[in-house]
């Protein structure tokens, strides 16, 4: 779709409800406030009963994230105040800085799909020829980095446990701030939740919780970006739209994960309007089959989606390595 005309689809849906907002504000952070409760009250008899809670928590906490994440686009709420206050304590929350986060989240509104912007707030990606081209350690980098286990369960304690923890050099005053208010907040409430439930407890059941959380919502991250038929191209041949429909997918979920993922899955039109807030995101899908006519995925394509690795430019498609040792023997045998 080329022209403007998608502007008017999405404009009745580029609105904030205070109601709305309020009220998942309400059972999401209120509903993880309980859950921590829960927490205490059950490692007082034993470990084991607050490890299934810990996890409950880790589930809630995604829906957590989409509130700050809804904030950071300044969607969340009218008042930029607002969207400010609660998004830097859902950051702390999420152990996610926010004035940081949004800064890079912001290069990857503007850059997803295009091969030549690659880098920042995505999964490291390579094309065919620039994995046949690399070195064999950057081969073996690549196929560690890309592994479901490294992106499920290393990558969300290295992200949120360290990365998001010191600002990269040269990150402006403000969002370097925010890092260390963010880090501040996580410290005082560690230091109480330590001498409440003692340090070893408290730091494994948070390290639980963050751990389901970033494992979730990483994988969600990935599913809706890294398909088969996903978009990218390079320079003029890039375009937003495009991107944005055809590159991000259309997760279809029950309706307890939707509630749970905080409507994440209307991926596409989120990326194709950031100003809408995540409870007007089904509307919109729901609006005009322009929003209809993408790629779709269930809870099972998401899974098979881990094995597709490279990009490959001839085709269009992201394909899995099977496919490119497949394709090379042909080669050889041609």
């Known amino acids: ?53 810990a996890a409950l928590a880790g589930v809630l906490l ?117 890092v260390w208010w963010t880090n501040l907040g996580l410290l005082t409430i560690g230091a109480g939740m330590s001498a409440l439930l003692g340090v070893g407890t408290y730091l494994l059941l948070q390290a639980v919780v963050i751990a389901v959380a970033g494992a979730i919502g990483i994988w969600l991250f990935y599913l809706q970006h890294q398909f088969e038929d996903a978009y990218w191209e390079r320079g003029e041949d890039w375009n937003f739209v495009d991107a944005s429909l055809k590159g991000s997918a259309y997760l279809r979920l029950p309706a307890v994960l939707q509630w749970f993922t905080g409507n994440i899955g209307y991926h596409h039109v989120h990326h194709l309007s950031a100003r809408i807030p995540n409870y007007y995101l089904q509307a919109c899908h729901e609006s005009h089959p322009l929003f209809q006519q993408v790629s779709t995925t269930n809870l099972w394509g998401a899974v098979k989606a881990l ?28």
């Not at 995505?122 to 081969?139: G, I, Q």
């Open 62 to 178: 995604v829906r957590v994230f989409i509130i700050f994440h809804d904030c950071g686009h300044g969607s969340f709420f009218a008042s930029r105040r607002a969207n400010d206050v609660w998004g830097a304590i859902t950051g702390v929350l999420t152990w996610t800085p926010y004035r940081y986060w949004r800064a890079q989240h912001a290069t990857h509104h503007g850059t997803t799909g295009n091969l030549d912007k690659r880098g920042v707030g995505d999964f490291w990606t390579m094309t065919v020829n620039e994995y046949l081209a690399s070195s064999f350690w950057k081969r073996v980098a690549y196929r560690i980095v890309r592994s479901p286990i490294v992106i499920l369960f290393v990558a969300p304690l290295v992200m949120f446990g360290f990365e998001q923890r010191i600002p990269h050099k040269g990150t402006p005053a403000r969002e370097k701030a925010s």
């Open 1 to 53: 779709m080329q022209s403007d005309s998608w502007k008017a689809l999405v404009a009745t849906y580029q609105k904030s409800s205070v109601a709305r907002a309020t009220w998942q504000l309400v059972n999401s952070i209120g509903s993880y406030v309980a859950i921590w409760c829960a927490i205490v009250w059950a490692s007082s008899y034993s470990l084991w009963l607050a490890l299934p809670f």
């Open 307 to 334: 094995g597709l690795k490279l990009w490959d430019e001839t085709d269009k498609k992201l394909i899995c390595f099977r496919r490119l040792r497949m394709r090379l023997r042909e080669r050889e045998f041609a």
